[in-house]
T-cell receptor, first 114, second 111 residues
Framework: GAVVSQHPSWVICKSGTSVKIECRSLDFQATTMFWYRQFPKQSLMLMATSNEGSKATYEQGVEKDKFLINHASLTLSTLTVTSAHPEDSSFYIC??????????FGDGTRLSIL | LAKTTQPISMDSYEGQEVNITCSHNNIATNDYITWYQQFPSQGPRFIIQGYKTKVTNEVASLFIPADRKSSTLSLPRVSLSDTAVYYCLVVGAGGYSTLTFGKGTMLLVSP
C-alpha cells in the first residue's frame, strides 16, 4: 500500500529557531501533499496544500510567511516553521495519496518550542 | 464539503462488535465515505472506504444505506488495541480532495 514517511518524529528547540519537517511518498509520486496541525485532544486542521512545482495553497488564518512549504519533487514536500515560538508547539502531520486512492498519512512530527 | 456528525465517545469490551455511526446529510453524488483510525501521537491510518451498500476488508465493514446520508463502521470482535479515535470523512472522488476532519469518536475498549 501507499506509504508516507515523515521526518523528524520529534523536535525540541529554542524559541526563534526555524524547524524543517520532511514528508516523503515512498512508493508513489505525489503531485499534491497536505499539511495538518493537531493540538492536544483536538482534531486535525488542514494548514495548506502543497503542490509540486508551484506555490502552496494556505488555509485561511495560516500565515504563509510563517509556515514555508516547498514541494520541489514528486516525492518530497517540506514544511518549515520559521522563527518558531511556544504557540507553534503542536503535532504536524502530512498526507498524500496516489491519484484516485485514499490519502495516507505520515506518523507526524511533535514540535516543542521552549 | 459535507459535514459529518459522529458520537464523541463509545465504550466497549474486548470481543464485542462495535458499530460507529456517522451522519453526512449533505453528501454529494460523487463523494465517498472514508474512515480513519488514529492512535495518540500517530498520524491517522486508513481503515475503509465505500460509496454505497456494504464494503468489507480484513479489519472492518462499512454499511451505507441507499440514501447515503449516514454510514456505519463495524469493527468485529474488538481488542484493547482498537482503543483509538475514529474519524468519518466524506471525500470527493479523485483522491486529491482536501480532507475535513470532524471531532471523531473516541473508542475505549476495556478488558
Amino acid at each position: 500500500g501507499a506509504v508516507v514517511s515523515q521526518h523528524p518524529s520529534w523536535v525540541i528547540c529554542k524559541s526563534g529557531t526555524s524547524v524543517k519537517i520532511e514528508c516523503r511518498s515512498l512508493d508513489f509520486q505525489a503531485t499534491t501533499m497536505f499539511w495538518y496541525r493537531q493540538f492536544p485532544k483536538q482534531s486535525l486542521m488542514l494548514m495548506a496544500t502543497s503542490n509540486e512545482g508551484s506555490k502552496a495553497t494556505y488555509e485561511q488564518g495560516v500565515e504563509k510567511d510563517k509556515f514555508l512549504i516547498n514541494h520541489a519533487s514528486l516525492t518530497l514536500s517540506t514544511l518549515t516553521v520559521t522563527s518558531a515560538h511556544p504557540e507553534d508547539s503542536s503535532f504536524y502531520i502530512c498526507s498524500a495519496g496516489p491519484g484516485g486512492q485514499p490519502q495516507h498519512f505520515g506518523d507526524g512530527t511533535r514540535l516543542s518550542i521552549l | 464539503l459535507a459535514k459529518t456528525t459522529q458520537p464523541i465517545s463509545m465504550d466497549s469490551y474486548e470481543g464485542q462488535e462495535v458499530n460507529i455511526t456517522c451522519s453526512h446529510n449533505n453528501i454529494a453524488t460523487n463523494d465517498y465515505i472514508t474512515w480513519y483510525q488514529q492512535f495518540p501521537s500517530q498520524g491517522p491510518r486508513f481503515i475503509i472506504q465505500g460509496y454505497k451498500t456494504k464494503v468489507t476488508n480484513e479489519v472492518a465493514s462499512l454499511f451505507i444505506p441507499a440514501d447515503r446520508k449516514s454510514s456505519t463502521l463495524s469493527l468485529p470482535r474488538v481488542s484493547l488495541s482498537d482503543t483509538a479515535v475514529y474519524y468519518c470523512l466524506v471525500v470527493g472522488a479523485g483522491g486529491y480532495s482536501t480532507l475535513t476532519f470532524g471531532k471523531g469518536t473516541m473508542l475505549l475498549v476495556s478488558p
